[in-house]
């Protein structure tokens, strides 16, 4: 992993996060992940195996078109990689993007 | 150098630089830039991007947070798309790589993300296609908008060239800057045709993919006798149509000297040459060309160029302002005749299977009565303002024109009743304009004030002929013998019965044809205002004598190659030059 190499200047954070909702990440969830993302400083990457995107775009996240029960990696590298990462985890394990949205930044 | 045959719709010849609009309803077809226009193209989408956001950010915060929720979730993802780094990336590196413009770098990423999601199994997120389409038109949307506000800044002379052109956007030309429209869609009555007309530029439509082979800037002639454009002319065709247009000019200034002379013949037989217009700022350059008054006023454009239906305020404003310019002289305004346009048939919610041939026109009418009444109000009102008269289109039978006269005087009673004046004895008169109004002519003259003969629906329904249809278009000519046997029987049934009559066909401002007309007993004709000098210089140089026995002739065809030959040939001996 890429990623790694680069640890010892800056945190690198992996998760791998299972869309539970049935609806799975559709354009709400999407916009709704891309803005917590944004809150964050560092990089985010989120892979679903075959394809690697930015986490910020929801351009790119939307099109990773992931449904009910994709298993998606995302990578955070930054200062904030550790609460970035437990954000996102807990944005679409714990509360499913069920929370009203987040303000806009 | 690329020469398109199309259909010449408005005479002349114009030389100038092409300005292309795009429509957001169609494909917007790959145009290449050079290098140094790429830098312009990204910052039109730059703008379209931040213009496009504005627009959204001031739509989401109009709506009701508690009653729309889900509106204003779809505005907040749009927004994030049009905020997103990456895609807008992806626009401006197409318009880098391979030097094309805005509109089609904008088409091409947003259609290709769409069919990203469309090819999705899941239907949730199949269906967001329709998002990313969304953004796409939006986005479109304002690029092709500030195009069509160029269009009204002009500041050098231009060729339109576009799909389709809308009445709306024809309405904002400046007149002065443009010198020529050429469209891929389009026949002789379409709008476009129609206003440049009116306009007096030279126009070319029904050029089918003429908006692929043109870039914007391209030199463009248009050659609006002959129907041809010519993209990127080489130095010799340029020279060439230099000449051509000069010469044309030159008919044109002599033309200008004959306006305020009196439309008579060499033997003192008087005609009385009127206007057909479609906007009520045509009047005035009617009466600039020396129109004697309104024949034909055809009032779709109220209907065509709003949402939603016209007030009677509406029709009444526009025809006040006609009238006003006209005073004492006749003008005839015809009522709605909409129906079988793609305009009436894309919004209705089954389109029918044959509208020609369907519920168009005065049958529309009859089973609109609202907004029928509507129009006839407005146009009873008006009728005190000068010398107003009323004309029913499409009559078929005697059934449909006493419908039509029964609903005017309700109307009339419910003026009377508000004591609203108008003037009780206006004229009504028909269209003659399908075989069987043609035929039962005599019947039809008992009830009417007037026929007025249209030429282009009774050709077409006569000879079974679209003649938008390049497959059978060659079919279509006033001057089959089927056609004139019908006009000579109507002109026969309006004299008996002592009716005006007039013709406002196409037919009649075609040189070629005047003597025919003339000949067959025809002394009031109504045609487009360019064309109205060149048809006064053809009635001021026949005698009715020689056009009696052109007509006698005529009549003794029986094929209408034999007739067209012969027509053509006995104008071009008279007026040479107009051939």
Not at chain 1, 34 to 56: C, L, M, P, W, Y
Not at chain 2, 515 to 525: E, F, Q, S, V
Request: charged share 30%.
């Amino acid at each position: 992993m890429q990623a790694e190499e680069d640890t010892l200047e800056k945190d690198t954070y992996e998760v791998e996060l299972e869309i539970k909702n049935s609806e799975g990440l559709h354009m709400r969830p999407a916009m709704m992940f891309v803005d917590a993302a944004n809150r964050f400083e560092s990089e985010i990457n989120v892979s679903n195996g075959d394809t690697n995107v930015n986490g910020k775009s929801i351009m790119q996240i939307s099109m990773l078109a992931a449904t009910c029960g994709t298993k998606l990696k995302v990578t955070a590298r930054g200062p904030d990689a550790r609460e970035a990462v437990a954000a996102l985890q807990k944005l679409v394990e714990e509360k499913h993007f069920d929370e009203p949205k987040p303000k806009k930044k | 150098m690329e020469i398109k045959k199309g259909i010449a719709v408005s005479p002349g010849i114009s030389i100038a630089e092409s300005l292309i609009i795009d429509s957001e309803d169609y494909r917007i077809p790959r145009r290449s830039i050079s290098p140094s226009q790429r830098m312009l193209e990204i910052q039109r989408v730059r703008n379209a991007f931040g213009d496009a956001i504005n627009e959204l950010t001031r739509l989401e915060s109009a709506q009701d947070q508690a009653e729309s929720g889900k509106i204003k979730d779809i505005f907040a993802v749009h927004l994030r798309f049009l905020h997103d780094r990456s895609l807008r990336k992806k626009i401006t590196d197409l318009i880098q790589s391979d030097m094309v413009t805005a509109e089609y770098a904008v088409s091409t990423v947003l259609r290709e993300i769409a069919s990203h999601f469309a090819n999705v199994q899941d239907s949730y997120i199949s269906e967001r296609a329709a998002d990313i389409y969304d953004i796409e038109r939006r986005l479109l949307k304002q690029l092709l908008g500030k195009k069509r506000e160029d269009v009204e800044h002009l500041k050098k002379e231009v060729v339109i060239v576009a799909r389709e052109l809308s009445p709306t956007q024809t309405a904002g030309f400046d007149r002065k800057y443009v010198k020529g429209i050429a469209s891929d869609a389009g026949g002789r009555t379409s709008h476009a045709a129609i206003v440049a007309r009116s306009l007096g530029i030279p126009a070319v439509v029904a050029l089918e993919d003429l908006t692929e082979y043109t870039s914007g800037g391209d030199t463009v002639i248009v050659d609006g006798n002959r129907g041809i454009i010519i993209v990127n002319p080489d130095e010799q065709t340029i020279r060439q149509y230099e000449d051509y247009s000069k010469e044309f000019a030159e008919l044109e200034h002599r033309l200008d000297a004959i306006r305020q002379k009196p439309a008579v013949t060499r033997d003192g037989t008087e005609i009385t040459l009127l206007g057909n217009i479609e906007f009520p700022d045509e009047a005035e350059i009617v009466l600039e060309r020396g129109g004697a008054g309104i024949g034909l006023y055809r009032t779709e454009f109220l209907y065509l160029n709003t949402e939603s239906e016209p007030t009677e305020q509406d029709h009444y404003e526009a025809y006040e302002k006609t009238v006003h310019v006209f005073e004492d002289k006749p003008v005839v305004i015809r009522t709605l005749d909409l129906g079988a346009d793609k305009y009436t048939q894309s919004k209705r919610f089954v389109p029918e299977p044959n509208p020609f041939l369907g519920l168009r026109s005065i049958r529309f009418c009859l089973q609109n009565l609202t907004m029928f009444k509507k129009q006839l109000r407005a146009i009873l009102r008006v009728s005190v303002l000068g010398q107003v008269k009323i004309m029913f289109p499409l009559i078929t039978n005697r059934q449909e024109l006493m419908q039509a006269k029964m609903i005017l005087h309700d109307v009339m009673e419910d003026l009377d009743e508000e004591s609203i004046p108008y003037n009780r004895d206006i004229q009504v008169g028909i269209m003659i304009e399908t075989p069987s109004a043609a035929l039962t002519a005599y019947s039809l003259a008992h009830d009417v004030d007037f026929f007025s003969i249209g030429t282009n629906d009774l050709t077409q329904y006569t000879l079974a002929v679209d003649r938008s249809n390049e497959l059978v278009s060659t079919l279509y000519s006033p001057a089959d013998p089927a056609v004139l046997r019908l006009i000579r029987n109507v002109i026969q049934d309006a004299h008996k019965a002592r009716l005006d009559l007039s013709v406002c066909g196409e037919m009649a401002s075609e040189p070629e044809h005047i003597m025919l007309l003339l000949g067959l007993g025809i002394r009031t004709i109504s045609i487009a205002s360019p064309m109205i000098p060149e048809i006064k210089q053809v009635i001021r140089s026949v005698t009715i004598e020689n056009c009696n026995k052109v007509a006698r002739k005529v009549l003794g065809m029986d094929s209408e190659r034999q007739i067209s030959t012969y027509l053509r040939n006995a104008a071009r001996e008279i007026i040479p030059e107009a051939f």
